[in-house]
T-cell receptor
Framework: ETGVTQSPTHLIKTRGQQVTLRCSSQ?????VSWYQQALGQGPQFIFQ???????GRGNFPPRFSGLQFPNYSSELNVNALELDDSALYLC?????????????FGNGTRLTVT | QQQVKQSPQSLIVQKGGISIINCAYE??????FPWYQQFPGKGPALLIA?????SEKKEGRFTISFNKSAKQFSLHIMDSQPGDSATYFC???????????FGAGTRLFVKA
């Protein structure tokens, strides 16, 4: 089975620009969650998608948005980039949206905003 | 709001020693407590997890101890090896919830 893959691995953007990050979920997983990990910190929940619908959202502004496609892959879009958006963005897929389905993380996209 | 507090921030252990990482939580609705291991340049990977109806769970050299009344849980790594050097995150999730709350992480270095 293929694991979670994310692209690109690294990205440099300028403040005010927009960015799209992509994620392919693990085979058989219908739920994708996105997390932001600042340097030296734990991952912070952004939102979760289940069968193409947003299933829950963390404390992030509306300029963070997402999509999930019929094949369960997903995109994270961030508009009007700010310097504080510089972080590692992690995508995680899981077998289901609730319970104790473990998260399977990709290796992340390192975003630098200058 | 930090709902899962993790300590220590960093830890240095001799090869063969015991590594202990502690976590405390606030929300009594949490009912699933996983630990994740993250190597540099990689995403976190599930190491071991526990539910609050048991006080201890062991998988190989890794053991979780859980104290429901104190709202605390800990990870013990027995016979620590240099290959265990990584960042460890405790986490918590509410029954039926959609998000996993992570601690700030502990950077473990095992000296050979």
């Amino acid at each position: 089975e293929t694991g979670v893959t994310q692209s690109p691995t690294h990205l440099i953007k300028t403040r005010g620009q927009q960015v799209t990050l992509r994620c392919s979920s693990q085979s058989g997983h219908n739920t994708v969650s996105w997390y932001q990990q600042a340097l030296g910190q734990g991952p912070q929940f952004i939102f979760q998608y289940y069968r193409e619908e947003e299933n829950g959202r963390g404390n992030f502004p509306p300029r963070f948005s997402g999509l999930q496609f019929p094949n369960y892959s997903s995109e994270l879009n961030v508009n009007a980039l700010e310097l504080d958006d510089s972080a590692l963005y992690l995508c995680a897929s899981s077998l289901d949206r609730g319970g104790d389905s473990p998260l399977h993380f990709g290796n992340g996209t390192r975003l630098t905003v200058t | 709001q930090q709902q899962v507090k993790q300590s220590p921030q960093s830890l240095i252990v001799q090869k063969g020693g015991i590594s202990i990482i502690n976590c405390a939580y606030e929300n009594t609705a949490f009912d699933y407590f996983p630990w994740y291991q993250q190597f540099p340049g990689k995403g976190p990977a599930l190491l071991i997890a526990i539910r609050p109806d048991v006080s201890e769970k062991k998988e190989g050299r890794f053991t979780i101890s859980f104290n429901k009344s104190a709202k605390q849980f800990s990870l013990h790594i027995m016979d620590s090896q240099p290959g265990d050097s990584a960042t460890y995150f405790c986490a918590a999730k509410r029954a039926g919830g959609f998000k996993t709350i992570f601690g700030a992480g502990t950077r473990l270095f095992v000296k050979a």
